[in-house]
């Protein structure tokens, strides 16, 4: 079973072996609104944690998502730019962002577990 990790910037990290699924919370995408542009990163670019590593734009704002962990991108959500909704509509599901197989597992410990990120955005 995956674990799931959350960064204080409001990014999911759902965790299965050493490749890791991103993207942005719930809570996120209600504070965006209605997400209309989805830039991701390109497969095989390295990331270091807090990286900008795509942008998300709504009718609201545009916001840069960064990686919760160093890594290597080994995948993108390739319907996504093309559907950017499933942002909305599912977050932890069809709206993920890329997959990051993970440079350093130790980074994992510092982001926060379901209930200090519900307490966090309260």
């Not at 079973?1 to 991103?22: L, Q």
């Not at 993108?76 to 499933?86: G, H």
């Given at each position: 079973?995956?674990?799931?990790?959350?960064?204080?910037?409001?990014?999911?990290?759902?965790?299965?072996?050493?490749?890791?699924?991103?993207?942005?919370?719930?809570?996120?995408?209600?504070?965006?609104?209605?997400?209309?542009?989805?830039?991701?990163?390109?497969?095989?670019k390295?990331?270091?944690?807090?990286?900008?590593?795509?942008?998300?734009?709504?009718?609201?704002?545009?916001?840069?998502?960064?990686?919760?962990?160093?890594?290597?991108?080994?995948?993108v959500?390739?319907?996504?730019?093309?559907?950017?909704?499933?942002?909305?509509?599912?977050?932890?599901?069809?709206?993920?962002?890329?997959?990051?197989?993970?440079?350093?597992?130790?980074?994992?410990?510092?982001?926060?577990?379901?209930?200090?990120?519900?307490?966090?955005?309260?």
């Amino acid at each position: 079973m995956p674990v799931v990790r959350f960064s204080k910037d409001h990014e999911y990290i759902s965790v299965d072996g050493d490749v890791a699924t991103v993207g942005i919370t719930d809570y996120a995408q209600s504070q965006l609104g209605d997400v209309v542009f989805v830039e991701l990163p390109a497969t095989g670019k390295a990331l270091k944690q807090g990286d900008e590593a795509a942008v998300v734009e709504s009718v609201k704002a545009a916001s840069e998502v960064y990686a919760p962990v160093s890594g290597t991108v080994v995948a993108v959500n390739e319907t996504l730019p093309d559907a950017p909704s499933a942002v909305n509509e599912d977050p932890l599901g069809k709206g993920w962002f890329f997959r990051i197989k993970l440079a350093n597992p130790a980074e994992l410990e510092g982001l926060m577990d379901e209930a200090a990120y519900k307490a966090l955005i309260g």
